[in-house]
Nanobody, 120 residues
Framework: QVQLVESGGGLVQAGGSLRLSCTAS????????MGWYRQAPGKQRELVAA???????NYADSVKGRFTISRDNDKNTVYLQMNSLKPEDTAVYYC??????????????WGQGTQVTVSS
């Protein structure tokens, strides 16, 4: 069974940094796009950053210049380096990936979410 396991969330002061990690496990043939979404209380889930297998990236305007997404294909892991954090970055962050399990079609998978809280 394919799973995405996240780590790295926590509490940080404004201006600080955190690094999120997300690793895919299970039996799969390939991983296409990987990314991070976030959902703040009372708000819709939004895309933060995404990276495709070739390395091209996409960022929300609100995090450009502060966050960096990267991936290690050998480790089936995607990272989100978050710098200059602001209180408005406070949210639950979810890992997302398009994965093709062995003998199955490509599907969209989500991690369990990790809380990021930025204090002012």
């Amino acid at each position: 069974q394919v799973q995405l396991v996240e780590s790295g969330g926590g509490l940080v002061q404004a201006g600080g940094s955190l690094r999120l990690s997300c690793t895919a496990s299970g039996r799969f043939a390939s991983i296409n796009g990987m990314g991070w979404y976030r959902q703040a209380p009372g708000k819709q889930r939004e895309l933060v950053a995404a990276i495709i297998s070739g390395g091209s990236t996409n960022y929300a305007d609100s995090v450009k210049g502060r966050f960096t997404i990267s991936r290690d294909n050998d480790k089936n892991t995607v990272y989100l380096q978050m710098n200059s954090l602001k209180p408005e970055d406070t949210a639950v962050y979810y890992c997302n990936a398009q994965i093709r399990p062995v003998g199955w079609v490509e599907s969209n998978y989500w991690g369990q979410g990790t809380q990021v809280t930025v204090s002012s």
